[in-house]
């Protein structure tokens, strides 16, 4: 069975497995980000050689923030400034001697479901990746779009506030992400967002605490909101949802019930959007890596 080295290149830590055909993760570690170029193709390189001297290696994936050009270059936004505008697929295949194919995290992400998981078996399907920002992806007629700039699925830019008197402007994941929603609650208690993650202000909110309550509440309706303007813009059969929070077992339905007060205070009969969760959760950039290996 062919085996494939995948690494999830994120701006905390970079992820590390080796993956075969059918989708199997094994041998998967992580370590922190290195801080340069040169320590980052040293790992790379070093990592390869490791895995090459236990198994086959038929070529290696990379997810990847940013937006990713057909020629392997990062552009945009990314978590790893010093990866921005380099040739880093050509870097990595001089680095390893392999085959190397580049995909931005959260399209890799999308490509995982589509294969293997909760988005088998759809043709129109949008995924919304949620955490520091949103991010997100486009399956169109089974098939990845990625836009005429490279920017399909970049929903977290989307406006969900406008004030035409103060210029202000509310844009997705300003408003909508877990990062959004840390920041809330430490500007309210006077804190840095450093000393609060989401997971304690979900329990705190479940324990009574009425900033996190109230702070979670709009959480949820501001995320209702936006996944409201996807179904009626895109129109998919499914939205699945990932990011940390999309394991908490309650999210689903808290998010179901927000979207139909976004809609009860629209006062219109509108398409409710069918929602989920991603399948492989953690693993699915690493699994996405690869599949351009796949489809080949």
Not at 163 to 178: L, N
Not at 193 to 198: A, T
Not at 274 to 286: E, H, P, S, V
Request: glycine share 10%; aromatic share 10%.
């Amino acid at each position: 069975m062919k085996q494939y080295l995948s690494f999830d290149f994120g701006g905390t830590f970079i992820k590390y497995a080796l993956i075969n055909e059918n989708a199997d993760v094994t041998f998967e570690y992580k370590i922190q980000t290195p801080r340069s170029l040169d320590e980052l193709l040293l790992f790379v390189e070093q990592t390869t050689d490791w895995y090459r001297k236990n198994t086959n290696i038929e070529g290696i994936g990379i997810s990847c923030p940013g937006t990713i050009t057909k020629n392997g270059e990062i552009q945009g936004t990314s978590a790893i400034p010093y990866l921005y505008s380099l040739p880093l697929r050509r870097l990595l295949e001089d680095a390893t001697g392999e085959t190397v194919t580049i995909e931005n995290d959260a399209n890799a992400a999308a490509l995982a479901e589509l294969w293997k998981g909760a988005a088998k078996g759809y043709k129109d399907v949008l995924t919304i990746v949620i955490g520091t920002g949103i991010g997100g992806a486009i399956i169109s007629d089974g098939k990845l779009y990625r836009g005429a700039h490279l920017y399909g699925g970049e929903f977290g830019y989307s406006i969900l506030y406008a004030d035409p008197t103060s210029k202000e402007i509310g844009y997705w994941s300003k408003m909508a992400s877990t990062g959004s929603l840390i920041r809330k609650v430490a500007k309210e208690r006077n804190m840095g967002s450093d000393e609060l993650s989401g997971e304690e202000i979900f329990k705190q909110a479940s324990m009574g605490d009425e900033v996190c309550k109230k702070a979670v509440e709009e959480f949820y309706f501001m995320l209702a909101a936006g996944i409201h303007n996807l179904q009626h813009i895109y129109d998919p059969e499914i939205i699945l949802i990932g990011g940390g929070i999309s394991a908490r077992s309650e999210f689903i339905t808290e998010l179901s019930t927000s979207i139909r007060k976004v809609q009860a205070s629209m006062d219109l009969n509108s398409l409710t959007p069918r929602i989920d969760t991603c399948y492989f959760m953690n693993q699915a950039n690493l699994i996405g890596a690869i599949y351009p290996f796949i489809r080949s």
